[in-house]
């Protein structure tokens, strides 16, 4: 094993200040190779051997502490294999916490073999770590400075029951904390699907929220839990996608913290339009052949009303074709093909109890020619 650096940094405990600074560190690492977050983890590591009185974990975070000083010194390699086993010991930190007993036989064979600077086949095939759990929110908040009468929770303008607020908090703080986790192991592999838990993260993080009235956050999370629906084979990926959604989980985390310290703030606007711009990617080939095919029927139902004013079966078929387009851009998220498809449903119904006029018969072929255009942008943008 390397020598390790002189640099001591006197016993830890499991408190939530070493979660909060492991749980940041390891992230760092797993995102950009940070040598010196590594360093960090180094120094946790033996605090952690120095307060530990039992042998394996004593044992444990010394190997930790040896892993973590290859890394820094570029004797391992920061590689998928060795980001995951740092992401381990975040499991393994938990774990004890819990004084739960971990698989001290499977964790540290990597560990070793990482250490001597090669990673066998087995740490390739690691799965997925769980994410670790932490304090709650509500500790930045000042502890239980509330309004006694009434029991609630001034945050700007929301008066918010203590107890869903309290609830609200341990919730929330879980689920950001394990979205953002999944998201940062999803840019070690962009080419896997996003795994329909991490897209049940977001959207419980939405349905949170909306039940305490943070309106901002309800719709910004729903809006990621929508993109991330669009994460999967046959979607098109490009290397922005993990930045992205890794911006966007991390502002999550930032708001819930405002939220906690009792400032009711907005996602920035940059980062939701680009949620947004996301949004209008292509879709997956099926759903690209079941655009073609009604926009195809709609214009032979259109021309045929057109050509024949008093024929209310097509233009009853042109009402029951955009309504499938409606449900479509409801599927895909695209709020742009949504507008158009309603403005055209409410002409065409109105226009459906009379005669078609030839003015009339003009504005449909425009409504139908907007929502072509936000049809043919979603499906075929590079």
């Known amino acids: 094993m390397p020598v390790m650096s002189p640099a001591h940094p006197g016993a830890v405990d499991y408190g939530p200040q070493t979660r909060v600074r492991m749980d940041a560190l390891v992230l760092n690492i797993i995102r950009s190779a940070d040598a010196s977050a590594a360093v960090g983890m180094r120094d946790i590591s033996l605090g952690l051997a120095d307060t530990e009185q039992r042998a394996p974990e004593r044992y ?8 973590f000083e290859a890394l820094a010194t570029g004797l391992s390699a920061m590689d998928v294999a060795n980001k995951r086993l740092a992401a381990q010991t975040l499991r393994v930190y938990m774990q004890l916490a819990r004084g739960e007993t971990p698989p001290w036989d499977e964790l540290l064979p990597p560990l070793l073999a990482a250490c001597a600077g090669r990673a066998p086949a087995a740490a390739q095939a690691t799965p997925a770590t769980e994410a670790p759990t932490s304090e709650p929110l509500r500790l930045l908040s000042g502890g239980d400075a509330v309004d006694a009468q009434d029991r ?10 203590i107890a869903a607020y309290n609830l609200f908090l341990n919730d929330a703080d879980e689920l950001s904390r394990q979205l953002l986790l999944d998201l940062t192991e999803w840019t070690l592999e962009p ?14 993080l939405a349905e949170a ?4 009235g943070f309106a901002d956050l309800a719709g910004f999370a729903g809006s990621l839990a929508q993109v991330l629906r669009h ?13 992205l959604f890794l911006a966007a989980a991390e502002a999550v985390r930032r708001l819930l913290h405002q939220f906690a310290a009792g400032f009711l703030k907005q996602p920035e606007p940059a980062l939701v339009q680009a949620l947004a711009q996301r949004q209008i990617r292509p879709a997956s080939p099926h759903l690209g052949k079941e655009w073609s095919a009604l926009l195809s029927t709609l214009g032979g139902a259109l021309r045929q009303w057109t050509a024949r004013p008093d024929n209310r079966s097509a233009g009853l078929e042109v009402i029951r074709i955009v309504a499938q387009v409606q449900a479509l851009a409801r599927q895909l998220g695209n709020q742009a093909l949504l507008m158009a498809a309603n403005q055209m449903t409410e ?7 009379g005669d078609l006029a030839p003015g009339l018969a003009a504005q449909l072929r425009a409504d139908a020619q907007r929502l072509q255009v936000a049809g043919n942008a979603f499906f075929t943008t590079a």
């Open 60 to 67: 444990f975070w010394t190997v930790s502490a040896t892993f």
């Open 152 to 161: 609630v929770r001034v945050i700007g303008e929301l008066r918010v029951d």
């Open 191 to 204: 080419h896997r699907a996003v795994l329909d838990s991490t897209i049940a993260l977001a959207q419980s």
């Open 209 to 212: 929220a909306r039940q305490v």
């Open 231 to 243: 994460v999967q084979p046959g979607f098109p990926l490009v290397p922005e996608d993990g930045e």
């Open 347 to 353: 002409h065409a119904r109105v226009l459906g109890q």
